[in-house]
């Protein structure tokens, strides 16, 4: 699937993961559900954990499940269900004791010594089995309950999945028997399809071998590399099972990042990240082999511009069939901006943060001042969302995103001889340029444990003539390309001055009505609008006709 659908269409999932333990206790989780609804998410995110779902093998707890799909539908929320099985944050601490206590029959990985780990083995397959037999009742409870009103949208399967233990492979009988047989040709094959993406340029370095065993073929990587398939066949079969039950059910994957160019610590699976996972590196084994999961998607709390894009451009394939889902994100700061890059230029079809809770003050009723930023971003998107799944089809959608302190950037590439420059107010806009209820509201100086929130935008660009737009702290001005013969006509001298001097145009204020028609309802004139399209959070969409 290439994006969640609900009831034929799609959805776009904007929201917030509980944190872990939420779940156990419906009474408790009264704090969960009003964060969702005070940040403006439309989906929570929540776990369910195998221990919880089936205490004793082969009983279960299905009230859990339905318990929380009533509650999410009298909160009027949706729900993405958090299977944390096998694998959480790279161990398996929410496997039931009858999996825990019976090591003979649900082996766990070894390390080289033969000291075994928390984690059980990816490669044992009485793991699987069980895992999978309780993830497809799991399932089947959803589609029995659910299918009608749609109540859950996705499902992640697993969380994490990898060896966060010490070790960069399962040193089991069973892990050794895999490490020492030869590398699946579906692996090779991808690699000559694919030449130029990572594993083929590690394959190719070590002689380009086929048949070979995983040290042979990929060298030192091979430990990590054998780990990542056996782990991405496991969750692959057991999605698998639920896809049967429930296929329009949509299930995704996620990941604990490496660090991609800029590297990690030690850069060490096992330590630095869990051995195995969908990381940068191992995304090749994942995608050559994932045949059921709908999508691989990044926890994606980098604290740098380039990194925060880095891996938003390494996990938005929608091409190979993997779009762009981000399950875990902050609450503030550069993922506000960021997270409108995702939506424009990388068509992402879902954003959430983590720990919607935390965006609550200790009243645990009003938002802090994480909450008040992710609150932002979620107005503008639902204000948007009639608009942006189309656009990102049409390839007319922009984002504007101040990065460090910058001051403007310039968006090029619309349709016809237009330019637009997105001021970031702060820097060279000005607050008084907006209108009377936002200037008033700016003439109180910013509370000073707010944490920066950069500047940006989204524009839409209808027709050669109609742009809408959503944005925050951002004031745009459209501007006509310079004449080709080379003159630059005197208002270039003022970019405020372009704006003005635009062919007539008008500038309104509205909302998308369930038909998808844009009703007007500010129209804005005079000093309301000379100075530029000024876009605000609580604005609702901003409709620039050209004439
Ligand atoms: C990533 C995991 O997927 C979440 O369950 C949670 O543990 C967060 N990290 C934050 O700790």
Known sequence: MSRIMVKGKPFLSLGGQSHNSSSYVLDNMGPTWHSIKAIGGNTLATPV??????????????KFVTDLIDEARHQDLKLAFLWFATWKNGSSQYVPAWVKGNRERFQRCLLKDGTPIHQLSAHCPANMEADRKAYAELIRTIRDYDSEEQTVIAVQVENEAGIQGGTRRDFSPYGEAAYHAAVPA????????????ILAGVWKKNGEREGADWAE???????EAVTAYAIARYIDDVCAAGKEIYPDLFMYLNVWLDGGSRGKGQNL????????????????IYYATLKAIDTVAPDNYQTTHF?????????????????????????????MGQMFYALAEKKAIGYHIFGSETALMPDLKTLNPMGIQTMHNFRMLRDAAPLIFEYQDRDRIWSAVQEEKEESVVVDGFDGDILMKVCFIGNDGDWTKTDYPHRNEEAVPPDPTLLPEPGRALIFQESEKVFYFVGHNATVTIEKRPPVDGSIPAVYADYTLLHVNMDSYSTTQGHFDEDGKFVVDIVRSGDESRHGVWLRYDTGVVRVKLV
Do not use: M
């Open 49 to 62: 954990p195998w221990d919880a779902f089936e205490p004793e093998e082969g009983q279960f707890n299905r």
């Open 217 to 223: 073929t990929f060298g030192y990587y091979g430990a």
């Open 269 to 284: 699976a096992g330590i630095d990240w869990p051995s195995g996972c969908a990381t940068s590196r191992n995304l090749d």
């Open 186 to 197: 579906e692996l090779i094959d991808y690699c000559k399809d694919n030449p130029n993406c």
């Open 307 to 335: 990194r925060h894009k880095e891996v938003t451009d390494t996990y938005a394939h929608p091409e190979k069939g993997f779009p762009l889902y981000v399950p875990e994100s902050a609450k503030f700061g550069i993922n």
